[in-house]
């Protein structure tokens, strides 16, 4: 990791240039990593317990969630890989919204679409993101180019693993990124393992930054487990882009500490030993560490801060929970303006099966033909 940018050692201490951030904003920075722990936990639980259906864990990313969303301004954009949801929340994506998401109810705006843990926010420019990796990428190129060519002064975050290096989408969106110019911020978060692929089986060249040089644009290898480091790393490579200079890749290197997602078991894979070494690196420990020597916390407070964040996001799956399941209508809608003849009678030929076995909700019921 010597040669990643660092601010905050492992430690806590101050190795590095600290960014010009208050003890207000400092102090926020740390609620959103806890808010993103405790609402991983909680919906790991749901899913154990057979409430809901898939998580794509976030624990251990925290810092790379919360210091590479941070710069971003309110109309800036978000591309998804998969675990960025809690930053997503961090912008402003209502908790309410992605619980609902999660149990794809009748609140899901989705509509129950897109299996659990795929969100989407129009307000903060938050795209539905595709389990297909590296699609985004070519998706957030087009997009950002589209803004540049439009003359708007939005920079488009884009976010993806270490494993989408390998994909097309990968060479085609930062050579055109490179070729066009456009204003974005590739945000490659390297957690050692795409699935069961190490980040070493991955690549031959030293780190995936010096990808980035080929497409005729900076890489910058960050250290992932600090919050400060990846925050100031992006804030420089957003104003980069904002002054027409083009993107930037940032290599966030850090650690997946659970399963790629709730369907897997990393210990079929890597060795203990090798989680029990980063859990020593753990960023929100890190963070409280130079936060408590600051002042800007004291001790014992990480526990009265985590219990507040869990009653409120446990006041919300209970609603969400008893929010009645989408309508089985809207499998035919948004399809075209009005539903027509053809999708009616398919409609009520599928809804008199999902009555007789019991499926139907209120309001389910046929079309009139």
Known sequence: MSSA??????????????PGLSDAELRELFVHMLQIRCMDGRMLKLQRAGRIGFVGTATGLEATLVGAAAPLRQDDWLWSGLREGGAAVMRGLPLAEYVAQMYCNANDTAKGRQMCNHFQHKGTNYPSWSSVIGTQITHGVG?????????????????????????????????????????????CTDNGWAISVASSAQTAAKSFAAKAPAYGFPGVEVDGNDVLACQSAMADAIERARRGEGPTMLVLKTYRMLGHSSSDDPTKYRADEEVEAWAKRDPIARFERYLIERGVVSEGER???????????????????????????????????????????????????????????????????
Request: net charge negative.
């Open 5 to 18: 940018l660092q601010i905050l050692a492992p430690d806590g201490s101050v190795v590095g240039e600290l």
């Open 143 to 187: 997009a950002a180019f589209a803004s540049m060519r439009r003359g708007e002064d939005t920079v488009h975050a884009i976010h993806f693993g270490d494993g989408a290096t390998s994909s097309n989408g990968f060479h085609s969106g930062l050579n055109f990124a490179g070729v066009w110019k456009v204003p974005a911020v590739f945000v």
């Open 303 to 369: 526990a009265d801060l985590e219990t507040q964040l869990l009653v409120k996001i446990d006041a919300v799956i209970h609603e969400q929970e008893a929010a009645p399941p989408m309508a089985l209508k809207t499998l035919v809608e948004d399809v075209y303006a009005e539903v027509p003849y053809h999708l009616r009678r398919e409609y009520n030929d599928f809804i008199a099966v999902a009555e007789k076995l019991g499926h139907a909700q209120p309001g389910d019921g046929a079309f009139p033909l």
